[in-house]
C-alpha cells in the first residue's frame, strides 16, 4: 500500500468517525450539543482537523443526513422485501419508516428539518437523498392507481409518514391510535 493510500483511508476513517461521534452526540443530547469544540475533543483531534474535513456543523449535519437517508432506504427496502402481497408491503414500508424516524431522532431531524446543505429534487440532489427516495417508489408504484403519477403518490404518501412522524414525536398525536392512524394512511391513499 502506498503511503497515499493509507493518507486517503486514515482520512476517510477520521471523516467517518467525525460523523458517527456528532450523530451519537445528537442523539443523546441534541444538536445544539454539537459543537466543532465539544467533536474534537471527543475525537482527540483539534479543530483544524475537524474543518479539514468540513467547513462547519452545517456539513456535519448533512453527513449524518446522508447515511441516514442511506439507511432509510435500506430499513424500507427490508420491510417491504419481507411483506406479502402490495397491502402488506406498504403498511411494512409505513412502520419501518415511522420506526427509523423514531428510533432516529436526531438523523431524521438532519435528513428533514435542519440545514445540512442538501438540495432535494434537484438534479444536483445526493445519490443517497435519491435513493431513500427511490426506495418508497419501489413499492408505492405498485398502489398509486392509473391516474395518478407514482412519483406525485410517492411524495404525497411520504409526506404524510412525515407528517405522522413529525406530529408523533411532538406529541401532537396521542401513541394510542398510531397503529389506527397508519392502517387508515394505507386503506385510503393504497389503491389496490
Given at each position: 500500500?502506498?503511503?497515499q493510500?493509507?493518507k486517503?483511508?486514515e482520512?476517510?476513517?477520521?471523516?467517518?468517525l467525525?460523523?458517527?461521534?456528532?450523530?451519537?452526540?445528537a442523539?443523546?443530547?441534541g444538536?445544539?450539543?454539537?459543537?466543532?469544540?465539544?467533536?474534537?475533543?471527543?475525537?482527540e483531534y483539534?479543530?483544524?482537523v475537524?474543518?479539514?474535513?468540513f467547513?462547519?456543523k452545517?456539513?456535519?449535519?448533512?453527513?449524518?443526513?446522508?447515511?441516514g437517508?442511506a439507511?432509510?432506504a435500506?430499513?424500507?427496502r427490508?420491510?417491504?422485501a419481507?411483506?406479502?402481497?402490495?397491502r402488506?408491503r406498504?403498511a411494512?414500508l409505513a412502520?419501518?419508516?415511522?420506526?427509523?424516524?423514531a428510533s432516529?431522532?436526531a438523523?431524521?431531524?438532519?435528513?428533514?428539518?435542519?440545514?445540512?446543505?442538501?438540495?432535494?429534487a434537484?438534479?444536483d440532489?445526493?445519490?443517497?437523498?435519491?435513493?431513500a427516495?427511490?426506495?418508497?417508489?419501489e413499492?408505492?408504484?405498485?398502489?398509486?392507481?392509473?391516474?395518478v403519477?407514482?412519483?406525485?403518490?410517492?411524495?404525497?404518501f411520504?409526506?404524510?409518514?412525515?407528517?405522522?412522524?413529525t406530529?408523533?414525536?411532538?406529541?401532537?398525536?396521542?401513541?394510542?391510535y398510531?397503529?389506527?392512524r397508519?392502517?387508515?394512511?394505507?386503506?385510503r391513499?393504497?389503491?389496490l
Amino acid at each position: 500500500m502506498s503511503v497515499q493510500e493509507r493518507k486517503e483511508r486514515e482520512r476517510a476513517s477520521r471523516e467517518r468517525l467525525i460523523v458517527a461521534t456528532a450523530r451519537e452526540l445528537a442523539e443523546r443530547q441534541g444538536w445544539d450539543a454539537v459543537t466543532t469544540r465539544k467533536l474534537a475533543e471527543r475525537i482527540e483531534y483539534s479543530q483544524p482537523v475537524l474543518y479539514s474535513h468540513f467547513r462547519g456543523k452545517r456539513e456535519i449535519i448533512g453527513a449524518v443526513a446522508l447515511d441516514g437517508a442511506a439507511e432509510l432506504a435500506a430499513a424500507v427496502r427490508s420491510a417491504a422485501a419481507d411483506a406479502n402481497g402490495p397491502r402488506q408491503r406498504v403498511a411494512a414500508l409505513a412502520r419501518a419508516y415511522l420506526d427509523f424516524a423514531a428510533s432516529n431522532p436526531a438523523v431524521y431531524d438532519a435528513m428533514f428539518q435542519l440545514d445540512g446543505g442538501l438540495t432535494f429534487a434537484q438534479e444536483d440532489t445526493p445519490a443517497p437523498l435519491k435513493d431513500a427516495f427511490a426506495a418508497l417508489l419501489e413499492t408505492l408504484a405498485e398502489v398509486a392507481g392509473g391516474d395518478v403519477h407514482p412519483a406525485v403518490f410517492t411524495e404525497v404518501f411520504w409526506a404524510s409518514l412525515h407528517g405522522l412522524a413529525t406530529l408523533t414525536r411532538a406529541g401532537r398525536l396521542p401513541s394510542a391510535y398510531a397503529e389506527q392512524r397508519l392502517e387508515l394512511l394505507v386503506d385510503r391513499l393504497a389503491v389496490l
